[in-house]
T-cell receptor, first 118, second 109 residues
């Protein structure tokens, strides 16, 4: 149980285009979803936290107009990287947390999406 | 501020035991997670400690001392597949995971 999927697993796009990444909780209702970015050999960096049906809370330094997050249902959150640039190339990981699921406040991670912007 | 301190890299031999230490400073504390992350993959859950003491789970054990802001992950009977990064992540007062850069563990035959 507690499976989180992410799609696509890898994406290559041209500079200036937009890319959408989907995160789904497959067997539980995710009250909260998190979006992380990880550059090589660095720690996970929390980008934003979203609760179903409400606006995402972005971490300091993360542009909300560039990284659009939608958490329209208890099983789906999307991250759209708008007008992508090569510096946005990174490993994007989502995680989900469900009330009463697993260890207190345990986050279940998706497999990640490798974004390369050319 | 919030801070996690772990060794950047450790090397150990297959079949041996290794202890990965973590010291932390957070705004409030609601437990501490250890995650394993293989290169190019997402983290996977290893352990969770909220009270002082040792939690044992198979080959992996995790220890916590809240008064010292200290935890360690103990890996026994090391296998080649244990080569990965190990992330210590305490939960702060807002129940947010605080991430360090992790410890890259290299297992040699």
């Amino acid at each position: 149980g507690a499976v989180v999927s992410q799609h696509p697993s890898r994406v290559i796009c041209k500079s200036g285009t937009s890319v959408k990444i989907e995160c789904r909780s497959l067997d539980f209702q995710a009250t909260t979803m998190f979006w992380y970015r990880q550059f090589p050999k660095q720690s996970l960096m929390l980008m934003a936290t979203s609760n179903e049906g409400s606006k995402a809370t972005y971490e300091q330094g993360v542009e909300k107009d560039k990284f659009l997050i939608n958490h329209a249902s208890l099983t789906l959150s999307t991250l759209t990287v708008t007008s992508a640039h090569p510096e946005d190339s990174s490993f994007y990981i989502c995680s989900a947390r469900g009330a009463g699921r697993g260890k207190p406040y345990e986050q279940y991670f998706g497999p990640g999406t490798r974004l390369t912007v050319t | 501020g919030q801070n996690i301190d772990q060794p950047t890299e450790m090397t150990a031999t297959e079949g041996a035991i290794v202890q990965i230490n973590c010291t932390y400073q957070t705004s409030g504390f609601n437990g501490l997670f250890w995650y394993q992350q293989h290169a190019g993959e997402a983290p996977t859950f290893l352990s969770y400690n909220v009270l002082d003491g040792l939690e044992e789970k198979g080959r992996f054990s995790s220890f916590l001392s809240r008064s010292k802001g200290y935890s360690y992950l103990l890996l026994k009977e090391l296998q080649m597949k244990d080569s990965a990064s190990y992330l210590c992540a305490p939960l702060d007062s807002n129940y947010q995971l605080i991430w360090g850069a992790g410890t890259k563990l290299i297992i040699k035959p």
